[in-house]
């Protein structure tokens, strides 16, 4: 593991060096609960590999990008969503607002979310 690896808090859990539970794991993508989720469900969903974000994800990596939706939609499944509804968010760069510099999308759900402002 490299050092920015070293450093990302998402590498570490993906490498399973935090003992974080996983909602769903393939040999590509991991999901887990949020820790400050901002929904009733909120889970992360990464790949296992460092990408900073959606922004770097190009024409060779079009499987990895299906492998992270279906993962998110398996979730959506897993915590009983699927049906209600939920919403899928990835942030790409500083005016997006995202904090941790390695793709993830949010899946969101569990309530009637608000307009997206």
Known sequence: ??????????????????ETAFVVETDRVVAFDDISPQAPIHVQVI????????HELGSGDTALW???????????????????????????G????????HLHVHVLGGKKLGPIA
């Not at 500083?94 to 510099?101: F, K």
């Open 1 to 18: 593991m490299s050092d920015h690896q070293e450093a990302c808090i998402f590498c570490r859990i993906a490498a399973g060096d935090m």
């Open 47 to 54: 790949p296992k590999r460092h990408v900073d974000s959606v």
């Open 66 to 92: 299906a492998e992270i939706l279906d993962v998110a939609n398996r979730v959506a499944v897993k915590k009983g969503v699927d049906e209600s509804g939920f919403r899928l968010v990835s942030n790409a």
């Open 94 to 101: 500083p005016d997006s607002g995202q904090e941790v510099h």
